[in-house]
DNA sequence: TCTGCGCCTTGATGCGGATCAAGGCTGCCG
DNA sequence: CGGCAGCCTTGATCCGCATCAAGGCGCAGA
C-alpha cells in the first residue's frame, strides 16, 4: 500500500454518503484513498495502525493458506467499517473487490480516546464479531444452497433498494467467501433461477422473486 | 438460569485461580455460581446482561437449528470470559460442558466505566473476534483431518501443561464445533493415533508423541 | 467487425465425509 | 457380580460437493 501517491485529502470531511450508522463521527479527521480493483489495502501479518471505512466501492478480506486455498472473511461496502479485526497485526489482507475509495484513520487516534468514541470502537468491533459467528454458522452446518441464499438474502437486507441488487464481486469471491467451488456457486444460482426465488437481470444483478422462499430456503437461526 | 437457587457468595474475591490475563480485575465484585453438566448459563435470544468469566469447568456455546443442527461457537476453559459475543440480546445459548464454577458480572457496570476497565472488555470482545475468525478458517477451508488436528493443537497450546493434555467435552462436542459428525471424528482420532501423531491414554486424555507432526497436519496458516 | 481473454455455466466423474448399522467399552446401580 | 445405558469405535454404503473438462457469453482492443 502506497500511502503517498493517490491520496487525495486530509482535512475535516463532510458527513460520508451513507451515514446510517453510528460511526460517522470517527471518521472526521481522516485521509480519503483510492484503490484500484485487486489491490491491496493492507497485508496478512501488517501491523493495524489504521482503521478503514468504505467510501465508495467493495473491499474483501482474505487469508490465503500455504497450498493456496483462500477464505474470504467478510465483504465490506459503501458505509462500512473494517480493520479493527486485529491484534496489533491483521490476521487477513484486505483487497479493493473493485475501484474503491477508502477513509483511513489512525487506530491509536481511536483506542486512545475515552467517553464515546471509545465505545463507538467497541461497538464495531462487536458487530464484526457477530457477522463472523453468522459465518461460523453458515460454514459449519449450512448445506451449499442455504449457503447461497443467506448471502442472497443478507446482501439484500443490507442494499436499500428492496427491488434490484447488485452483486459487487465476482462469483470466485462468492465461493472463497462460502466456503465451497465456484461451480457449485454457479450451480446454486442457476437452480435459484429456475425455482424463481430470484431472477438474474445481469451477471452481476439480480430481482428477488420470491423473499419469503428465499427465506426459507436461508434457514436463519435468528 | 435460576439466578438465586445456587450463587455462593457476593464478595470481593481474590485474584482467581489462573490469573494470566488481563482481565482479572473486571470480576473483583462478582458473584460465584455453579452449574451441573449440560446446564444452561444462558439461552440463545436471553437478553445479555450479563458477563462470565470461568473458575473451574468447561463451558460451550451453541446454536441449534430447526431442524436440529447444531453449532458450537467455542469452549471457554478456566480463566475465560465469555458471553460478551452479543449485541442486546445473545446469539448463542451458553452451557456447562461439566460441572462448573462460574464468576458473573453485570455487563452494565463494565460497559459504563471509562479508561482501562472500559479497555479491556473491548480487549476481550477483539479476542473473541480472532478466535471466531480462526473457526471460519477452519469451517470454510480444513479437511476434516487439519480440523481435528487443529483442534488438539489449539487445546494443548492453551492448556499449561505440554505432556498430557485433557479433553474436557465428548466427540459429539468436538463434532459440532468442527462442523463434522461424531463418527468422523472418531475416526480422525484413531488415524492420528495410529500414525503415531497422538496417544490417547484415557478417552479424554492424551500427549502429543509428534508435535512437528502434529503442527504439520494442522495447517495453520499464522 | 473480428478476435481473444476473462469470467461464467454446464456436464461427467470421483472422492471425502455423511449416513446407516453393528458392536465394544466403561461406569453406574441393582 | 450382572445388567443396563451412554458413549465411543469401526465397517459398509451413499450422496453432496469437488474436480475435471468443455464450451458459451460479453467486453476490450485491434
Redesign the pocket.
Known amino acids: 500500500m502506497a500511502l503517498a501517491h493517490d491520496y487525495t485529502d486530509v482535512q475535516y470531511l463532510p458527513a460520508p454518503p451513507k451515514a446510517a450508522d453510528t460511526a460517522t463521527g470517527l471518521f472526521r479527521l481522516s485521509v480519503s484513498m483510492t484503490f484500484a480493483k485487486d489491490e491491496e489495502i493492507y497485508g496478512q501479518d501488517e501491523d493495524a495502525d489504521l482503521i478503514y471505512r468504505v467510501l465508495d466501492g467493495a473491499v474483501r478480506t482474505t487469508r490465503v493458506m500455504a497450498d493456496g486455498r483462500r477464505q474470504i472473511g467478510d465483504f465490506y461496502l459503501a458505509g462500512d467499517i473494517f480493520g479493527l479485526e486485529a491484534g496489533p497485526a491483521h490476521r487477513f489482507a484486505a483487497e479493493a473487490v473493485r475501484d474503491s475509495v477508502i477513509l483511513v484513520i489512525k487506530a491509536s487516534t481511536l483506542r486512545s480516546s475515552g467517553g464515546d468514541v471509545g465505545r463507538l470502537g467497541w461497538e464495531a468491533t462487536r458487530r464484526e464479531l457477530e457477522r463472523a459467528q453468522e459465518h461460523v454458522i453458515m460454514l459449519g452446518r449450512k448445506?451449499?444452497?442455504e449457503r447461497v441464499a443467506s448471502f442472497l438474502k443478507d446482501l439484500s437486507d443490507k442494499s436499500g433498494d428492496l427491488r434490484v441488487v447488485d452483486l459487487p464481486m465476482?462469483?470466485?469471491d462468492i465461493a472463497d467467501y462460502l466456503?465451497?467451488?465456484?461451480?457449485?456457486?454457479?450451480?446454486m444460482?442457476?437452480q435459484l433461477q429456475a425455482s424463481r426465488i430470484v431472477s438474474?437481470c445481469a451477471?452481476?444483478q439480480f430481482r428477488i422473486v420470491n423473499p419469503a422462499g428465499l427465506a426459507r430456503l436461508a434457514n436463519q437461526t435468528l
Chains 1, 2 share one sequence.
Open positions: 448445506t451449499a444452497c465476482g462469483r470466485q466456503g465451497l467451488t465456484i461451480e457449485t456457486v454457479s450451480r444460482l442457476s438474474f451477471i452481476r
